[in-house]
T-cell receptor, first 113, second 114 residues
Framework: DAKTTQPNSMESNEEEPVHLPCNHSTISGTDYIHWYRQLPSQGPEYVIH???SNVNNRMASLAIAEDRKSSTLILHRATLRDAAVYYCILRDVFQYNFNKFYFGSGTKLNVKP | DVKVTQSSRYLVKRTGEKVFLECVQDMDHENMFWYRQDPGLGLRLIYFSYDVKMKEKGDIPEGYSVSREKKERFSLILESASTNQTSMYLC?????????????FGPGTRLTVT
């Protein structure tokens, strides 16, 4: 199964951009890259996903390397509310094998006022 | 807004007790999941269900069973609770429509087995 590697923790200042990296060197051609985050005392919530092209939504942007072996979640202006654990996950859309939705340990983002 | 609710936020049970964790979703989703979350181990899939009365084992099904009698409700059962089942339990649901496969999570139940 393709797995992801993320730094254990990162720190950012409020209102500055944050780049959260994720390595997935064994990604397959049919793996989508998903990002979720988990705020303190809550269940995870969906942030963004992509396949090959960079993606933007109201929460964040996802930059995917040309070889797809890494990606970066970009929070354009971090707020205190963005302090959370961020998970980078791969999912093979052509296999209904739910075990492949592997969360890992994620990156704990601390945002300083 | 999609809502996934779990019956309790905190639960304390004794070793050997039978424990029921309930999860309800209000978006008519086909798929429902139970995970447990432990420090340093991330989220691990226990069981999932893709339809009423259908279930599949996840990564760590030992010591657990599930029930899905209605589409909106998915129950996790600990037949005889043990201390190593002390954990945060998270329920999630999703639809099969499209490729985004977004999972919606409940707030979690923190179970302590003494």
């Amino acid at each position: 199964d393709a797995k992801t590697t993320q730094p254990n923790s990162m720190e950012s200042n409020e209102e500055e951009p944050v780049h959260l990296p994720c390595n997935h060197s064994t990604i397959s051609g049919t793996d989508y890259i998903h990002w979720y985050r988990q705020l303190p005392s809550q269940g995870p919530e969906y942030v963004i996903h992509g396949l090959t092209s960079n993606v933007n939504n109201r929460m964040a942007s996802l930059a995917i390397a040309e070889d797809r072996k890494s990606s970066t979640l970009i929070l354009h202006r971090a707020t205190l509310r963005d302090a959370a654990v961020y998970y980078c996950i791969l999912r093979d859309v052509f296999q209904y094998n739910f075990n492949k939705f592997y969360f890992g340990s994620g990156t704990k983002l601390n945002v300083k006022p | 807004d999609v809502k996934v609710t779990q019956s309790s936020r905190y639960l304390v049970k004794r070793t050997g007790e039978k424990v029921f964790l309930e999860c309800v979703q209000d978006m008519d989703h086909e798929n429902m999941f139970w995970y447990r979350q432990d420090p340093g181990l991330g989220l691990r899939l226990i069981y999932f269900s893709y339809d009423v009365k259908m279930k599949e084992k996840g990564d760590i099904p030992e010591g657990y069973s599930v029930s899905r009698e209605k589409k909106e409700r998915f129950s996790l059962i600990l037949e005889s609770a043990s201390t190593n089942q002390t954990s945060m339990y998270l329920c999630a649901s999703s639809t099969l429509a499209g490729v985004s496969y977004e999972q919606y999570f409940g707030p979690g139940t923190r179970l302590t087995v003494t």
